[in-house]
Every structure is written in structure tokens, then in C-alpha cells.
Nanobody
Framework: QVQLMESGGGSVQSGGSLRLSCVVS????????LGWFRQSTGKEREAVAL????????YYADSVKGRFTISRDNDENTLYLQMNSLKPEDTAMYYC????????????????WGQGTQVTVSS
């Protein structure tokens, strides 16, 4: 089973930037989808940004379009999420995920998760 480990979270002020990283085992063998999700207290886990492993097509939640960028580095077996113009409502635990098959924004169809990294944005 694929293993994922996130890093790069922290505390920033509104308008600031962070870059999250996720090291993925068996990176080159994942033929499905990789993505970033987030979950804040009392809310369901929601998709933030997804990337298809073969076509490298990307998909973003409306709330982060134009501010966040998902990318992957095959040489480093790493998935990234560049987050700019951060807002207090971006505060959440951020998770890296992997799944077989097509990308979907529905978290229940994802079968592999990292342990999460906390992002806190203060106003």
C-alpha cells in the first residue's frame, strides 16, 4: 500500500504563503490520482487540489482557484501544494491522498492518506 508523509504546515498571517510537501512511496507506479484535502474542526474533509498521475491535468476547489497550485516532482517522489494569499478560512489540517482510477473531489473514494499537517492563518 502506498505510504504518504506531509510536511510544510505552520502558522502564517493573512496574505502569506506556505508550500506543503508530500513524499509518496511507489510514486511512479501510481496510475490514478494524487491530491490535497483539508479538514477543519467540525467539518468534513474537502478536496483542495487534485492532479492526474498520467495526464497531469489539475483540478481545484473554487475556494482556492488562483491562489493554490498543485504540482509533482517525479524525481523527488514528491507532491506539492503552493498556497498563496492565504486567508483565515484556509485554516485546517491538510492531508495528502492517493487513489486508483479517476480523480474525484469526494473524499470517501480515496484509499490512502498521510497523517496530515496543520495550517493556521491568522487575521
Amino acid at each position: 500500500q502506498v505510504q504518504l508523509m506531509e510536511s510544510g504546515g505552520g502558522s502564517v498571517q493573512s496574505g502569506g504563503s506556505l508550500r506543503l510537501s508530500c513524499v509518496v512511496s511507489e510514486f511512479t507506479y501510481i496510475s490514478g490520482c494524487l491530491g490535497w484535502f483539508r479538514q477543519s474542526t467540525g467539518k468534513e474533509r474537502e478536496a483542495v487540489a487534485l492532479i492526474e498521475s498520467i495526464s497531469v491535468n489539475t483540478y481545484y476547489a473554487d475556494s482556492v482557484k488562483g491562489r493554490f497550485t498543485i504540482s509533482r516532482d517525479n524525481d523527488e517522489n514528491t507532491l506539492y501544494l503552493q498556497m498563496n494569499s492565504l486567508k483565515p478560512e484556509d485554516t485546517a489540517m491538510y492531508y495528502c491522498g492517493a487513489k486508483d482510477g479517476a480523480c474525484t473531489f469526494r473524499a470517501k473514494f480515496w484509499n490512502s492518506w498521510g497523517q496530515g499537517t496543520q495550517v493556521t492563518v491568522s487575521s
